[in-house]
Each structure stands twice: as structure tokens, then as C-alpha cells.
């Protein structure tokens, strides 16, 4: 990987970077965050440099250095991130889904991940093919299936454990499916397309959550 126009290597542990402890530096950090998400997005990892991350968030190259010592470093931090809002989200809705009913379940099910991409799309680009480890992409898919699987449990209480971690694969799949349908050029019948899915994860629901 590179950084401006030198090679950089994975940081070592002198190169840890730096904890804001003021509320001023919290706010200077976020800022370069977003910054360097926004590039990401833009040129993608590799054509970014810490030069251009500084411009764009107003700030000073040794102000960038300063909290963040590589490049790698900065992209871990917006994993790291990202990873926590994810993760925020799914609890929130597990809290609501509550007072949802099988057919509301799905319809939100089927959405999350397109919704959650679409709000964080650094996010997706970092971890499916940016400088993430493959190990961080893989933690936070198993944990995002396990996160299901609570969730599911607690509509089929009956149901063992395997059965419904095997509920859980199926209905990640599909919510895959949805980011791949709504992530394709030019598709014709989109919202079809989705509303089909839709069904379809009602109808699975319905058939694993009721069956005795």
C-alpha cells in the first residue's frame, strides 16, 4: 500500500496513533475522518493520498500525522468506526423490532443493508476491497450473523440453536442479495426486483418462525 508517493508498511507499534483527550481534538479527528472518507470514496484507497485528506478537511499535514501516523492507520480508525455504527444499528434494530410483526420483520430485514451502505459507503469500499484484513471483513460478517441469529431466536424460542443459525445464513444472503440487486447499473424493474425479495423473505419468515 502506498501513502502519497512513498511506500508505507502496516503501522508498527511506535506508530500508534494518538488519543485526543479534548474535546476540540475529538472534533479535529472526526473531521479528518470524514475527510478521508469522502477521498476513499472518491479515488479510492490507493489514489488517495495523506496530502489530499489534510486539504480536504482544512487541516495541516502534521495535524493529519499527529493522530494518524500512515495511511493504514487512518483506514483502521474509519473500520474501526463504521464497524461500531453497524453494529449500532443492528442493535437498534433488534430493540425495535419488537413491535414489529413477521411481515414488518422482513421488510426491514430486507432494507438494512442497503440503507446502511448507502449512509457509510467508505464503509463497504474499506473493508470488500481497501487495505481492511481479510480477518476484519470475516469477524464482522460472523458477527453480524450471530446478531441475527438472537434476533430470529427470539421469535421461534423452540427452535435449536443449529436450525436457527441456519435461519440466520438464509436471511443474510437475501439481505445480500438486496445490496446486489439495488447495486447494478442500470437494472430494469429495480423496485420490482426488491418488492420480490421483499415477498420472498416474508414468506421465509412466516414458514421458520411459525413452524411447530
Not at 71 to 89: I, P, R, S, T
Not at 161 to 183: C, N, P, T
Amino acid at each position: 500500500m502506498r501513502m502519497s508517493s512513498q511506500k508505507s508498511s502496516a503501522p508498527k507499534p511506535s506508530e500508534a496513533r494518538r488519543v485526543p483527550q479534548r474535546q476540540r481534538g475529538r472534533e479535529r479527528v472526526a473531521a479528518l475522518l470524514e475527510a478521508a472518507a469522502a477521498c476513499f470514496v472518491e479515488k479510492g484507497y490507493e489514489a488517495t493520498t495523506m496530502t489530499e485528506v489534510a486539504a480536504r478537511a482544512g487541516a495541516a499535514i502534521g495535524s493529519l500525522y499527529q493522530f494518524f501516523p500512515t495511511k493504514e492507520a487512518l483506514a483502521q480508525a474509519l473500520v474501526e468506526q463504521y464497524g461500531q455504527a453497524f453494529y449500532a444499528a443492528i442493535g437498534k434494530l433488534a430493540e425495535q423490532s419488537a413491535d414489529w410483526n413477521i411481515d414488518e420483520l422482513a421488510a426491514q430485514l430486507s432494507t438494512f443493508l442497503i440503507t446502511f451502505r448507502r449512509r457509510h459507503p467508505a464503509f463497504v469500499m474499506l473493508v470488500e476491497s481497501g487495505p481492511a484484513p481479510a480477518a476484519d471483513g470475516m469477524a464482522i460478517r460472523r458477527g453480524f450473523r450471530a446478531e441475527l441469529q438472537a434476533l430470529l431466536t427470539q421469535r421461534a424460542p423452540g427452535r435449536s440453536a443449529e436450525d436457527m443459525h441456519a435461519v440466520a445464513v438464509v436471511v443474510q444472503q437475501m439481505m445480500k442479495a438486496a445490496v446486489a440487486i439495488q447495486a447494478e447499473p442500470g437494472m430494469p424493474g429495480r423496485q420490482a426486483a426488491l418488492a420480490q425479495l421483499q415477498h420472498a423473505m416474508q414468506l421465509y419468515l412466516h414458514g421458520v418462525l411459525e413452524a411447530t
